[in-house]
């Protein structure tokens, strides 16, 4: 079975810190993904990595950056937690080659709140 | 622009009875279309997947149904559990984006005894 992990399941930090959330996964997928989740908002993509040290901005990257320096963990870093940032953080991992089933597979989700 | 939506935003149901959830998308082109379940504070699991030939996919109690013609999605549960509790969010991938996903905001199933 597929499984990605999250560092935390629930993390609390005040403005202005820097928080790091980490995602691991066992299937050596090429790629992997870091989604916002808010209510009434779906998810949305904030940064992707397709291989080892490359990303691509997604939709909302704002306010993120990542890193990649293994094939298997993926970070996200909040250089300076605003509020606005406090939601559901939900990791993701799939095979890079293209196929009209290829799936992402989810972690469990990261449930941040900035005070 | 691509969007996904969904309808009902929530529903409840008893428990035994059977349900249907829509979407709808205006994804172009269109590559395929998965329905995904998401428990309370957990990732989305997949449920099914479908290309653009494929008109209907079964998971045990969970059937997807799609309309790629009129760009329309169900699923539809049957003798409905309480385990079923949960979002059931719709996603829709384009043709040439291996991974850009376009996510449905989701409907909240509750299914009381």
């Known amino acids: 079975d597929v499984k990605v992990t999250q560092s935390s399941r629930y993390l609390v930090k005040r403005t202005g810190e820097k928080v790091f959330l980490e995602c691991v996964q066992d299937?050596?997928?090429?790629?992997m993904f870091w989604y916002r989740q808010d209510p009434g908002l779906g998810l949305r993509l904030i940064y992707f990595?397709?291989?080892?040290?490359?990303?691509e901005k997604g939709d909302i990257p704002e306010g993120y950056s990542v890193s990649r320096e293994k094939k298997e963990r993926f970070s996200l870093i909040l250089e300076s937690a605003s509020t606005n940032q406090t939601s559901m953080y939900l990791c993701?991992?799939?095979?890079?080659?293209?196929?009209?089933?290829?799936?992402?597979?989810f972690g469990p989700g990261t449930r941040l709140t900035v005070l | 622009k691509n969007q996904v939506e969904q309808s009902p935003q929530s529903l409840i149901i008893l428990e035994g009875k059977n349900c249907t959830l829509q979407?709808?998308?205006?994804?172009?082109?269109?590559?395929?279309l998965r329905w995904y379940k998401q428990d309370t504070g957990r990732g989305p699991v997949s449920l099914t997947i479908?290309?653009?030939?494929?008109n209907t996919k079964s998971n045990g109690r969970y059937t997807a149904t799609l309309d790629a013609d009129t760009k329309q999605s169900s699923l539809h549960i049957t003798a409905s559990q309480l385990s079923d509790s949960a979002s059931y969010i719709c996603?829709?991938?384009?043709?040439?984006?291996?991974?850009?996903?376009?996510f449905g905001s989701g409907t909240r199933l509750l299914v009381r005894p």
């Open positions: 479908m290309t653009f030939s494929e």
């Open positions: 990595s397709y291989d080892v040290k490359m990303k």
């Open positions: 979407c709808n998308y205006t994804v172009s082109p269109f590559s395929n």
């Open positions: 996603v829709v991938s384009a043709t040439g984006s291996s991974y850009k996903l376009i």
């Open positions: 993701a991992s799939s095979f890079r080659n293209y196929r009209p089933n290829n799936e992402q597979f």
């Open positions: 299937m050596d997928h090429e790629n």
